[in-house]
């Protein structure tokens, strides 16, 4: 099992960047592989980003593909998101989660969450 805690969140003007960081407890980290979901008023959480066990693969978002980035720091227990070049419609509750199932994807593939971080993007 392992416990999530985000920070970095805040608000932004259009343009601007945040970097998000998503610290885990438990020794089993390294063995997840790690993703970012967000949730905005009223819709959905959707996919943003993940990152494989090593570090190795990433998968984006088509929304913030070239202007996010995941990575990951198995000494640290750590997972970052870099917002660069931020909209207003990035505007959500950020999430980082640890995978337990098969697809990269979907929500319903990752266990263990977070308590979310807020980003608000100005225009």
């Known amino acids: 099992q392992v416990q999530l805690v985000e920070s970095g969140g805040g608000l932004v003007q259009a343009g601007g960047s945040l970097r998000l960081s998503c610290a885990a407890s438990?020794?089993?980290?390294?063995?997840?592989?790690m993703g970012w979901f967000r949730q905005a008023p009223g819709k959905e959480r959707e996919f943003v980003a993940a990152?494989?066990?090593?570090?190795?693969?990433?998968y984006y978002a088509d929304s913030v593909k070239g202007r996010f980035t995941i990575s990951r720091d198995n000494i640290k227990n750590t997972v970052y998101l870099q917002m660069n070049s931020l909209k207003p419609e990035d505007t959500a509750v950020y999430y980082c989660?640890?995978?337990?199932?098969?697809?990269?994807?979907?929500?319903?593939?990752?266990?263990?969450w977070g308590q979310g971080t807020q980003v608000t993007v100005s225009s």
């Open positions: 989660a640890a995978k337990t199932g098969s697809s990269y994807f979907r929500r319903y593939d990752y266990d263990y």
């Open positions: 438990g020794r089993t980290f390294r063995s997840y592989a």
């Open positions: 990152v494989s066990w090593s570090g190795g693969s990433t």
